[in-house]
């Protein structure tokens, strides 16, 4: 049973009204898959109506069901009610995402002009915006603060001097180094001030009388181990006290992402992360002090189901049914994530000789090879994975496929990116819930 979805207490402006078409939602009547539409069948029903209405393409495609981020949504609310979650939307722009996670009270995690752009478009409030780049351009500084967008991080001096001349009412949350060690990818070569630096940084933001009003970390993207994020929060509360000391009111903590999905397949989950921070917050924080988080692949990774077609086969052992196969979508679009080191979930046979085999395994495995369609050498998708014998022609699905995959694509050799179907198999309980229900008739 889902939890009622209702609007975080903090802060929270009115939802703002938003024209049903702007969403599409529709009848699943047209023999034509339209991907202007949202759908409200189930992402294999919405497969098999797009395998049936192709005629002269084979052309990748994407099927993105909004009511998985729903699903995600209330799982957050019912797991961490005391963080307000705001998207990371690096992790998947797409504005139907936005928009109804904009509708769910959702804040968002901005980088650029270009993001805060794509989130107002929306219609959601300024507010509800954090600028979470440590170093920002000028002139998206300016654009922030003529926008009304006022919180943003900072992790340097010179970043508080840039924020002085540009943005002068922001409302700052000082970055700080946590122990990213026990993540898949760390980010504090890069990102944040080490504990011992911030007395000083604190120091300079108050001469220039700036506004600093809380403490953000990230413990790096796909956390392996839960006591991260406590050991993070622990230092938070240390740089809490030193701006005490300083004569800071802070009211604010931002726990950042990294919050594992289970494409990562790492040794720690959301739920064991929950079990281990709600308490830490609730000893370290009055409840006075607001804290937010910046999930991004959280919210989308398990909404986005890929469709590729076999558009080439090469044996390596006929004998023993080894083959490379090359497939429509590679590093280059979909799987960039591979070239940083992110895993992907195994493929599976979608269609073969004709015969829709979702979810369904009725053949022999033998080992492949998967290679994408650019003449990148290095375009390679798996290795040794177990797939049936296929033939050009036939189809494979990947699922999981929503974080960071349309977001890094290019369209290197010309070959287009996998245009993006919408279905919403959380439609019944969106229309039962407290969701504005003009945004899904």
Not at 145 to 166: C, P, R
Not at 235 to 250: C, H
Not at 285 to 311: D, K
């Amino acid at each position: 049973m889902l939890a009622k979805v209702g609007h975080f207490p903090h802060h929270q402006p009115e939802c703002p009204i938003v024209d049903p078409v702007q969403l599409g939602i529709t009848e699943n009547k047209q023999s034509v898959i339209d991907s202007s539409k949202v759908y409200t069948c189930s992402v294999e029903e919405l497969i098999k109506q797009k395998l049936d209405s192709l005629t002269d393409t084979t052309d990748g495609f994407y099927v993105l069901d909004l009511g998985e981020v729903y699903r995600q949504h209330c799982l957050w609310q019912s797991l961490l009610p005391r963080i307000k979650p705001y998207f990371a939307i690096k992790a998947n722009p797409d504005l139907r995402i936005i928009t109804l996670l904009g509708s769910l009270g959702v804040g968002f995690d901005c980088a650029s002009k270009g993001e805060i752009k794509s989130v107002l478009s929306c219609g959601v409030e300024p507010c509800r915006i954090i600028y979470a780049n440590t170093c920002k351009e000028p002139s998206h500084l300016r654009f922030a603060g003529q926008n009304k967008v006022h919180k943003m991080t900072f992790d340097s001096a010179d970043e508080l001097y840039k924020i002085k001349q540009h943005s002068p009412n922001a409302e700052l949350l000082l970055r700080i180094l946590p122990d990213d060690s026990r993540s898949m990818l760390a980010l504090g070569h890069k990102f944040g001030a080490p504990v011992s630096q911030c007395e000083e940084l604190l120091q300079t933001a108050k001469d220039l009388e700036l506004n600093v009003v809380g403490i953000s970390f990230h413990v790096g993207t796909g956390c392996k181990d839960e006591m991260a994020f406590v050991d993070a929060a622990e230092r938070a509360k240390q740089v809490f006290d030193i701006a005490k000391s300083l004569g800071f009111n802070f009211s604010l903590l931002n726990v950042g992402g990294g919050f594992p999905t289970d494409d990562l397949k790492v040794t720690t989950s959301f739920e064991r992360i929950a079990a281990v921070l709600n308490p830490a917050l609730d000893r370290l924080f009055p409840p006075n002090v607001e804290v937010m988080a910046e999930p991004g692949r959280f919210y989308v990774a398990s909404a986005f189901t890929l469709c590729l077609n076999v558009i080439g086969r090469k044996a390596i052992d006929a004998k023993q049914n080894k083959y490379s196969y090359f497939v429509n979508d590679g590093t280059h679009g979909s799987f960039k994530s591979i070239v940083c080191g992110f895993p992907v979930l195994n493929p599976e046979v979608l269609m073969k000789k004709g015969e829709f085999l979702y979810n369904k395994d009725l053949y022999p495995v033998y080992p492949a090879t998967i290679w994408g369609p650019t003449c990148d050498a290095d375009d390679r998708l798996a290795v040794d994975v177990p797939l049936p014998l296929l033939d050009i022609g036939d189809w494979l699905v990947w699922k999981c496929m929503g974080a960071y995959s349309t977001a890094k694509s290019s369209e290197f050799n010309g070959f287009k990116n996998p245009s993006i179907l919408y279905t919403n198999t959380s439609y019944e309980e969106m229309l039962n819930s407290y969701v504005p229900c003009h945004l899904f008739i």
